[in-house]
T-cell receptor
Framework: DVKVTQSSRYLVKRTGEKVFLECVQD?????MFWYRQDPGLGLRLIYF???????EKGDIPEGYSVSREKKERFSLILESASTNQTSMYLC???????????????FGDGTRLSIL | ELKVEQNPLFLSMQEGKNYTIYCNYS?????LYWYRQDPGKSLESLFV?????AVKQEGRLMASLDTKARLSTLHITAAVHDLSATYFC???????????FGKGTRLHILP
């Protein structure tokens, strides 16, 4: 079974702190993604990575950065946390598109982050 | 820019009824996914649709894809309470693996 593990289910931080959210997958997936989920807005893509040290901005990258030093690990960094970054953060991974078949993304359990 | 719109965003229905959830998207893609999310849980994959005319069925759920119309449907047949959840469609951009989600359809089935 594919396992995508996020380091924390719940996290409380203060405004201005630097926050790290960690995600690890064990299926040798090339792609990894970070989303945030907010009521009424669905899932919005923050960043994704298709290879080690490669990253692409999603739809809402402002205020975030990412790091992919190893294939299995993708970190989301809030450089200076703000209250509008209070949200549920979901990590996902998948294989690269092969042109003939595709598998879905596999999601972690999510990290509910509160910024006070 | 790829936009994905689901309709309706909320649906309350009685057991035994049929209903269809719609997912429209704005640019060319031939890979579409449907997910289910239960409250407090993560997303679970339901269907992967890879080509025009693709149809997949699992139990009371059936998904289809029309790439010419840029439309996917998720049809519920004879709904049961256990199908209450939020359903997301997600569309993958051609060739670059970026996946965009709709806002989700919250389905509430009354026993």
């Amino acid at each position: 079974d594919v396992k995508v593990t996020q380091s924390s289910r719940y996290l409380v931080k203060r405004t201005g702190e630097k926050v790290f959210l960690e995600c690890v997958q064990d299926m040798d997936h090339e792609n990894m993604f970070w989303y945030r989920q907010d009521p009424g807005l669905g899932l919005r893509l923050i960043y994704f990575s298709y290879d080690v040290k490669m990253k692409e901005k999603g739809d809402i990258p402002e205020g975030y950065s990412v790091s992919r030093e190893k294939k299995e690990r993708f970190s989301l960094i809030l450089e200076s946390a703000s209250t509008n970054q209070t949200s549920m953060y979901l990590c996902a991974s998948s294989h690269l598109w092969t042109g003939t078949s595709n598998q879905p993304q596999h999601f972690g359990d999510g990290t509910r982050l509160s910024i006070l | 820019e790829l936009k994905v719109e689901q309709n309706p965003l909320f649906l309350s229905m009685q057991e035994g009824k049929n209903y269809t959830i719609y997912c429209n998207y704005s640019t060319t893609s031939d890979r579409l996914y449907w997910y289910r999310q239960d409250p407090g849980k993560s997303l679970e994959s339901l269907f992967v649709l890879l080509s025009n005319g693709a149809v997949k069925q699992e139990g009371r759920l059936m998904a289809s894809l029309d790439t010419k119309a840029r439309l996917s449907t998720l049809h519920i047949t004879a709904a049961v309470h256990d199908l209450s959840a939020t359903y997301f469609c997600a569309v993958e951009m051609n060739r670059d693996d970026k996946i965009i989600f709709g806002k989700g359809t919250r389905l509430h089935i009354l026993p």
